[in-house]
């Protein structure tokens, strides 16, 4: 049987994986890969059934696995310094903007990091928005469509592809 890893929704950077009372993973979880980035914390939380106690192993990831994707734009929150050095973000150019709102286009694939400010992007067609602020790394999609809910003054280093 496959094992299914389930996400905190509370902590999305953690992963769990049953194990039985004897510290050992549970029968359909003894063949768990895992990407490198991922490390067992040995100090877990304790689930009680009725006549057996039984642990639960905590996976961490690193912040570079943990990208999330909603409507096409892609949000690592508060990347290690080594990943913004290895992209060479400090040495990117820099764009700001006080609160407004306004369209944009993104002709090419941008990624951001933004230093400050707080905004809502709302990709054309979705009444749903994105929320980005700072410490977030963003990469927005070559062609998207979208308006810009500026609610605290940005200020970002920027890259275009």
């Not at 990831?61 to 909603?70: D, G, N, R, V």
């Not at 929150?77 to 992209?87: C, R, W």
Request: glycine share 6%; net charge positive; charged share 25%.
């Amino acid at each position: 049987m496959a094992a299914t890893l389930r996400f905190s929704n509370q902590a999305p950077e953690l992963v769990y994986v049953p194990t039985y009372h004897n510290h050992k993973p549970a029968t359909n979880h003894s063949s768990i890969s895992l990407p490198s980035s991922y490390s067992f914390c040995k100090s877990t939380p304790r689930l009680y059934s009725s006549s057996r106690v039984y642990n639960r192993g905590i996976l961490r990831a690193s912040s570079e696995t943990m990208a999330t994707e909603k409507l096409g734009i892609k949000i690592v929150k508060n990347p290690p310094e080594s990943k913004l050095t290895d992209l060479g973000v400090r040495s990117w150019p820099k764009w700001g903007c006080p609160p407004s709102k306004f369209p944009w286009t993104y002709s090419s694939k941008e990624t951001c990091y933004l230093l400050k400010g707080k905004v809502k992007v709302y990709p054309e067609g979705s009444d749903e928005g994105v929320e980005i602020g700072v410490g977030d790394l963003v990469e927005f999609p070559k062609g998207m469509n979208c308006t810009w809910d500026v609610s605290e003054t940005v200020d970002k280093h920027y890259d275009f592809e």
